[in-house]
């Protein structure tokens, strides 16, 4: 039984915590409870495990959209009402892209979601420094005429 008190079999919590999220979206929504959505919490040492593994890969994450959620501005924007609360890192988790790249495995920002381009599977996402690997490779293009290697980044 969960803290929250719904049941559910500790194999069950176990592989949805294993599966993770369904990329390329990178979401932590799986570490939270399936029938009240609140975190996920258990007195089970190898999902407690897993969790403490996953919440520190959250924060990497919500660290990385604050930070990029700042550079465009969603700071000055309006985040007091539900479901945000006041509290900007939902906000900025909500509002930008960030996805594993296939390649190196490394979590990367790319931009606002609402922005478009986002890709379909996860073997379309490529951080900046995978990016210029392979486009090097393959086409021999390391930057951008207009914009250098400043925003080269592959959704």
Not at 27 to 35: G, H, M, R, T
Request: one cysteine or more; hydrophobic letters at 30%.
């Amino acid at each position: 039984m969960l803290k929250c008190k719904h049941f559910f079999h500790a194999d069950c919590i176990l592989s949805k915590i294993e599966q993770k999220w369904n990329p390329p979206n990178v979401s932590f929504e799986y570490l939270n409870c399936p029938a009240c959505k609140t975190p996920i919490e258990v007195d089970h040492s190898d999902i407690e495990e897993k969790l403490l593994e996953d919440r520190k890969l959250e924060e990497l994450v919500k660290e990385m959209a604050v930070k990029e959620g700042k550079k465009e501005y969603l700071d000055k924007e309006d985040y007091s009402k539900p479901p945000y609360n006041g509290k900007f890192g939902l906000y900025a988790v909500d509002k930008m892209a960030i996805y594993m790249c296939y390649e190196c495995k490394n979590f990367y920002p790319a931009g606002k979601k609402e922005c478009g381009g986002q890709p379909k599977k996860a073997d379309e996402c490529f951080c900046k420094e995978c990016t210029f690997l392979l486009l090097g490779e393959t086409k021999g293009v390391t930057d951008c005429s207009k914009h250098g290697n400043e925003f080269i980044v592959f959704k």
